[in-house]
């Protein structure tokens, strides 16, 4: 079965950038979509990142314009840009594939941003 590792995170300035990598274990060419999602504490999981199948994107207003999500399927890896960090982006983050087999998620990176 399919597993998704996320690494990436860390501790950053106010304004600094991050890359996130979600390396899965097989392929993830045939994923009907695959996104990033956020859970600060005392927070429900939020969306954060959308790719579909087809390589359309969405993001929430929130991070509209500051994370970019994307795909490399010869590394079977998706990442997540993240710029302009900002302290309330301060949470775990998961990467979501949807496969033809069903939902899988990844254990989760911390991410930390001062101020």
């Known amino acids: 079965q399919v597993q998704l590792v996320e690494s990436g995170g860390g501790l950053v300035q106010a304004g600094g950038s991050l890359r996130l990598s979600c390396a899965a274990s097989?392929?993830?060419?045939?994923?009907?979509?695959m996104g990033w999602y956020r859970q600060a504490p005392g927070k429900q999981r939020e969306l954060v990142a959308h790719?579909?199948?087809?390589?359309?994107?969405n993001y929430p207003d929130s991070v509209k314009g500051r994370f970019t999500i994307s795909r490399d399927n010869a590394k079977n890896t998706v990442y997540l840009q993240m710029n302009s960090l900002k302290p309330e982006d301060t949470a775990v983050y998961y990467c979501?594939?949807?496969?033809?087999?069903?939902?899988?998620w990844g254990q989760g990176t911390q991410v930390t941003v001062s101020s």
């Open positions: 097989g392929s993830i060419f045939n994923a009907n979509a």
């Open positions: 790719l579909t199948g087809g390589g359309s994107t």
């Open positions: 979501k594939a949807v496969l033809p087999g069903g939902t899988l």
